[in-house]
């Protein structure tokens, strides 16, 4: 079993950056951060494969967002600059186990995520 809860939400103005932190119990072999904007369905942003520390990034936020994973204290976070307006979402960490390969497959298989936070929303002004 697998918990899941955010922080690090809010609003700042373009060009801006926020830190989300999302704090977990267990051990998941993909953990990824998503969001969803209001009318639109929930998107990727980035995810990250526990065993080999690899990453994938959906293409708006590659270079401009990391996301980082400390095992030891099972928290994921999402450092988040040069926000864009477009960014503007209910940004969710998930978790999920079982057999992945790398940061990608952990990326392409969103549908099969089974354990979420409760969202932090993040909001960027132009």
């Known amino acids: 079993q697998v918990q899941l809860v955010e922080s690090g939400g809010g609003s700042v103005q373009a060009g801006g950056s926020l830190r989300l932190s999302c704090a977990g119990s267990?051990?998941?072999?993909?953990r990824g951060w998503f969001r969803q904007a209001p009318g639109k369905e929930r998107e990727g942003v980035a995810a990250?494969?526990?065993?080999?520390?690899?990453?994938y990034y959906t293409d708006s936020v590659v270079g401009r967002f990391t996301v980082s994973l400390d095992d030891y204290k099972k928290m994921l976070y999402l450092q988040m600059n040069n926000l864009k307006p477009e960014d503007t979402a209910m940004y969710y960490c998930?978790?999920?186990?079982?057999?992945?390969?790398?940061?990608?497959?952990?990326?392409?298989?969103?549908?099969?995520?089974?354990?979420w936070g409760q969202g932090t929303q993040v909001t960027v002004s132009s």
């Open positions: 998930a978790a999920v186990s079982g057999y992945f390969s790398s940061g990608r497959d952990c990326y392409d298989r969103l549908s099969e995520y089974n354990y």
């Open positions: 267990g051990y998941a072999h993909c």
């Open positions: 990250i494969y526990s065993a080999r520390d690899n990453t």
